[in-house]
Nanobody
Framework: QVQLVESGGGLVQPGGSLTLSCRAS????????MGWYRQAPGKERELVAR???????NYGDSVKGRFTISSDNAKNTVYLQMNSLKLEDTAVYYC????????WGQGTQVTVSS
């Protein structure tokens, strides 16, 4: 069955960087299917970054210019590089694969604190 496993979360200082990884198994991997979402305390889940059906990348307004989504097809892995982190970036980050149905990872905690 399909499984998405995130890793790389942790505690970082404001202005710091962190890279998240998500490895997919049980399904043919395509970077065009992948995306990242996050959910902060007291807020609803929101888009962070994803590739759409025409190959362009959509970033949430709050992360544009700071976060980058990338992938390694040979490793069935998608990454989220996060730079210039802010306190408001604190959230649980979820990996998503969008096919005929959506698959989700269990999430990885990112905490930005001074």
């Amino acid at each position: 069955q399909v499984q998405l496993v995130e890793s790389g979360g942790g505690l970082v200082q404001p202005g710091g960087s962190l890279t998240l990884s998500c490895r997919a198994s049980g399904i043919m991997f395509s970077s065009e299917l992948m995306g990242w979402y996050r959910q902060a305390p007291g807020k609803e889940r929101e888009l962070v970054a994803r590739k759409n059906s025409i190959g362009t990348i959509n970033y949430g307004d709050s992360v544009k210019g700071r976060f980058t989504i990338s992938s390694d097809n040979a490793k069935n892995t998608v990454y989220l590089q996060m730079n210039s982190l802010k306190l408001e970036d604190t959230a649980v980050y979820y990996c998503n694969m969008r096919t005929y149905i959506d698959y989700w990872g269990q999430g990885t905690q990112v905490t930005v604190s001074s």
